[in-house]
């Protein structure tokens, strides 16, 4: 299983990493199902960190299987075997947000995530075999891959006021792990099979925000609610995930992965930013969800200021930011673009309190959308 070619032309996913993503879009579903009902229950604090742990076991899995078989993909039999059982680890996986969600128990979520971090550490035990040159990279991995994952298991024997400071230390360990073995080395990754499987992720959770919302405004509108409230709801939650999806693919990841994110400083920092990227996405399917749940219970007024519209708000907010850092401002940019997406940043936060929040936020992240064309299309004619 030696090192792919990193200039490979025509390099695309395969049927095998399609299936492994489709099989992570029911934890993207759990996960943000979980972070809804904290919010219409009114446990906003520990709703969204048990949300941001459960994501991140979720992203990180999925993250590391994207790097790796961006580099060694054979796609023979041993590797497929692998690969379906961390797709297997990925299920267990889902199968456990529900309950750590709920009340905090994670056992079922570390057994998945263990099971799914154990394969890929055979994977990483495979290649230190078969390709010499990069053995001590590969070697790394492995050991900080098992390492971690026996950190995980000792945290379910220890009591329960000691788990979240292990939790904390094990996730930074996690994130070190890839730092400390690619400075031996760098395996040798495709630009575009890279950019395109992060593509591929930001549609699974902005589909996933689709589905949530309108499965909740479905259910809403079957309780005979106010109509116009809901429609407001839908049609501001349509404007933004068509300007999420809009402004996330304004810009080619796969220029930046060729260039100037060749190095470990720069690549690192958009690997492990888009975390933030897609756990808003995700989130902003939860509040929708959670709004549409409030209205129709009658907790909040849809046309009156409320703190509520917050749940809608707050992950756009985030989104936008994260987008701007991680994703556009390393492109050339103009100084419209340069203002446009703090300042937009900004307004939806303050459309929280807006009557409607869901239809003000839409339409001040459709304007960005407006503002950041026109921008893109007048510096190409300069140019």
Same mark, same amino acid.
């Given at each position: 299983?030696?090192?792919? &070619?990193?200039?490979?032309?025509?390099?695309?996913?395969?049927?095998?990493?399609?299936?492994? &993503?489709?099989?992570?879009?029911?934890?993207?579903?759990?996960?943000?199902?979980?972070?809804?009902?904290?919010?219409?229950?009114?446990?906003?604090?520990?709703?969204?960190?048990?949300?941001?742990?459960?994501?991140?076991?979720?992203?990180?899995?999925?993250?590391?299987?994207?790097?790796?078989?961006?580099?060694?993909?054979?796609?023979?039999?041993?590797?497929?075997?692998?690969?379906?059982?961390?797709?297997?680890?990925?299920?267990?996986?889902?199968?456990?947000?529900?309950?750590?969600?709920?009340?905090?128990?994670?056992?079922?979520?570390?057994?998945?995530?263990?099971?799914?971090? %154990?394969?890929?550490?055979?994977?990483?035990?495979?290649?230190?075999?078969? &390709?010499?040159?990069?053995?001590?990279?590969?070697?790394?991995?492995?050991?900080?891959? %098992?390492?971690?994952?026996?950190?995980?298991?000792?945290?379910?024997?220890?009591?329960?006021?000691?788990?979240?400071?292990?939790?904390?230390?094990?996730?930074?360990?996690?994130?070190?792990?890839?730092?400390?073995?690619?400075?031996?080395?760098? %395996?040798?990754?495709?630009?575009?099979?890279?950019?395109?499987?992060?593509?591929?992720?930001?549609?699974?959770?902005?589909?996933?925000?689709?589905? +949530?919302?309108?499965?909740?405004?479905? &259910?809403?509108?079957?309780?005979?609610?106010?109509?116009?409230?809901?429609?407001?709801?839908?049609?501001?939650?349509?404007?933004?995930?068509? +300007?999420?999806?809009?402004?996330?693919?304004?810009?080619?990841?796969?220029?930046?992965?060729?260039?100037?994110?060749?190095?470990?400083?720069?690549?690192?920092?958009?690997?492990?930013?888009?975390?933030?990227?897609?756990?808003?996405? +995700?989130?902003e399917g939860a509040g929708l969800a959670a709004y549409a749940e409030l209205i129709t219970r009658r907790s909040v007024d849809p046309f009156l200021p409320s703190p509520a519209g917050a749940a809608i708000t707050l992950p756009l907010a985030l989104f936008l930011a994260a987008v701007w850092v991680v994703h556009v401002r390393p492109h050339p940019h103009g100084r419209t673009e340069r203002f446009a997406y703090p300042v937009a940043t900004v307004a939806v936060l303050g459309a929280a309190w807006s009557p409607a929040p869901a239809l003000m936020a839409g339409l001040l992240a459709a304007v960005l959308v407006v503002v950041v064309t026109l921008a893109g299309r007048a510096g190409g004619v300069r140019r």
């Amino acid at each position: 299983m030696r090192g792919r &070619d990193p200039g490979e032309p025509h390099r695309t996913a395969t049927s095998l990493e399609l299936l492994f &993503d489709l099989c992570f879009v029911i934890a993207v579903a759990q996960a943000s199902a979980g972070l809804s009902t904290a919010v219409v229950e009114g446990h906003h604090f520990t709703g969204v960190l048990r949300f941001a742990v459960v994501f991140f076991a979720v992203w990180w899995a999925w993250m590391n299987f994207t790097w790796f078989a961006s580099a060694y993909d054979p796609d023979d039999v041993p590797y497929r075997l692998l690969v379906l059982v961390q797709i297997t680890g990925s299920l267990i996986l889902a199968a456990g947000i529900a309950p750590a969600s709920r009340t905090g128990d994670l056992r079922v979520v570390i057994w998945g995530y263990v099971v799914l971090r %154990t394969a890929l550490a055979v994977l990483w035990l495979r290649a230190a075999r078969s &390709d010499p040159p990069r053995r001590r990279t590969a070697l790394r991995f492995a050991t900080g891959v %098992t390492g971690c994952q026996a950190g995980w298991v000792c945290t379910l024997l220890l009591p329960a006021p000691a788990r979240l400071p292990a939790i904390a230390a094990l996730i930074a360990a996690e994130v070190a792990v890839p730092v400390w073995a690619q400075s031996a080395g760098t %395996t040798p990754w495709h630009p575009r099979h890279i950019a395109e499987r992060y593509e591929l992720f930001v549609l699974i959770v902005l589909g996933e925000s689709v589905a +949530a919302a309108s499965e909740a405004i479905r &259910d809403a509108f079957g309780r005979g609610h106010d109509a116009t409230a809901l429609y407001s709801l839908a049609g501001g939650g349509l404007l933004i995930v068509f +300007a999420m999806w809009w402004l996330y693919f304004a810009k080619p990841a796969h220029t930046l992965l060729a260039t100037t994110h060749q190095g470990h400083r720069k690549r690192f920092a958009w690997a492990y930013g888009h975390y933030l990227v897609f756990a808003a996405a +995700a989130a902003e399917g939860a509040g929708l969800a959670a709004y549409a749940e409030l209205i129709t219970r009658r907790s909040v007024d849809p046309f009156l200021p409320s703190p509520a519209g917050a749940a809608i708000t707050l992950p756009l907010a985030l989104f936008l930011a994260a987008v701007w850092v991680v994703h556009v401002r390393p492109h050339p940019h103009g100084r419209t673009e340069r203002f446009a997406y703090p300042v937009a940043t900004v307004a939806v936060l303050g459309a929280a309190w807006s009557p409607a929040p869901a239809l003000m936020a839409g339409l001040l992240a459709a304007v960005l959308v407006v503002v950041v064309t026109l921008a893109g299309r007048a510096g190409g004619v300069r140019r």
